[in-house]
Nanobody, 124 residues
Framework: QVQLVESGGGSVQAGGSLRLSCAASGYTISRYYMGWFRQTPGKERDGVAC????????SNADSVKGRFTSSRDNAKNTLYLQMNSLKPEDTAMYFCAAATTYGSSGNCRDVKYWGQGTQVTVSS
């Protein structure tokens, strides 16, 4: 059974940092591009970061450039998102995803697996 499980979300004040993790089981992430998406109630799910299979190339949404960094450890079957200088507008449910197409602007395409999400809340 394939699973992606996010962790590391929580509540933080503006300017703070959080590190999200996404642990995969049932398959190896080294076969997929991996991405982070976020969604707020009533809105579409938007790509935040996309990282290639080796981890040597990544793209970010314009709204998070210079603040968020994605990384992966294929040996640990885990994806990470380091979020610094958080803003209230970063408040959302964050999802990790395994995809078959790399995307620019943080938007991995052709997602094959989704995690269940972890909530990030940034207060001003």
């Amino acid at each position: 059974q394939v699973q992606l499980v996010e962790s590391g979300g929580g509540s933080v004040q503006a300017g703070g940092s959080l590190r999200l993790s996404c642990a995969a089981s049932g398959y190896t992430i080294s076969r997929y591009y991996m991405g982070w998406f976020r969604q707020t109630p009533g809105k579409e799910r938007d790509g935040v970061a996309c990282i290639d299979i080796s981890g040597g190339r990544s793209s970010n949404a314009d709204s998070v450039k210079g603040r968020f960094t994605s990384s992966r450890d294929n040996a640990k079957n885990t994806l990470y998102l380091q979020m610094n200088s958080l803003k209230p507008e970063d408040t959302a449910m964050y999802f990790c995803a395994a995809a078959t197409t790399y995307g620019s602007s943080g938007n991995c395409r052709d997602v094959k697996y989704w995690g269940q999400g972890t909530q990030v809340t940034v207060s001003s």
